[in-house]
């Protein structure tokens, strides 16, 4: 079927907002007719384990004409096994300072969304911050732009942090779990999110802050390691610690700014949660 360009547009976009990023070949294959063709490949007769009866015999590669081989996967093949979060432990343990984790990140072969980002969005703000924010994802915003937190959600958290005096130039630190945008801004998943954990937790030990807020369930549910949603979290104060901290931080969690830009009537459980912050960090005299 002829589409036109605005169709095709169209298409294009739909696929890139539900992950559909790659394709394999230049002709499309209907599955449908092939199920109908079960193999007859004599197995036995090759030397490999019989076909037991009634269960259908494993289909032979695909071999069409105009079917191209898929190119070889620039990351690990599995990016969810032990061995992929053994590298992701060992690799984050070993970085010393800010800068060699951000190597360490790019280094890393284990995240296949790399290969669909445009860039690593590792942080911002000052590393010498008592307060540190750790965020979901990078959106496309950030992934244009290499810095977390730059588009409208990202200039509402500015807004938030900015009316109980602290700000980015100065007094915050920003990072995210994961720091690769996930295709079409989809939710990342379990494996991404465990791959992508000893770095941030590596990364909250190396800037080592007074207190940190996680920004959004995804954040606090994977720092904490809980399965409590985040409006039962938010405004709770908690404490967070990892493997190589002296000691506890205090940690609140707190809605992400696009809950509240989709929810605004939540905005005042959220201002009572700024104020909850303002109040420690005035404890802490971080604040006047
Ligand atoms: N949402 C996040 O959680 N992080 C960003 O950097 C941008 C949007």
Redesign the pocket.
Known sequence: MALDDYSAAALLQWYADVGVDEATGDAPIDRTKLADKPAVVSYAAQGEAPVAEGARAPLPPLNLPGMKAPAAPAVDANPGSFEAIGDAKAMAAAANTIDELKQALEDFKGLSIKRTATQM?FADGNPAARVMLV?????A??DRIGR????I??QLLDRMMGAIGLNRDETIY?S?VINWRPPGNRNPSDAEIALSLPFIQRHIELVNPAVVLF??G??AKALLQTTEGITRLRGRWTSYQSEGMAAPIPALPIF?P?YLLRSPQQKSLAWADLLKLKARLRELKILP
């Open positions: 969005v965020g979901e994802a990078p959106g915003d950030e977390p937190f730059v588009g959600s990202g920003i995210n920004v959004g995804v954040s992400h696009a």
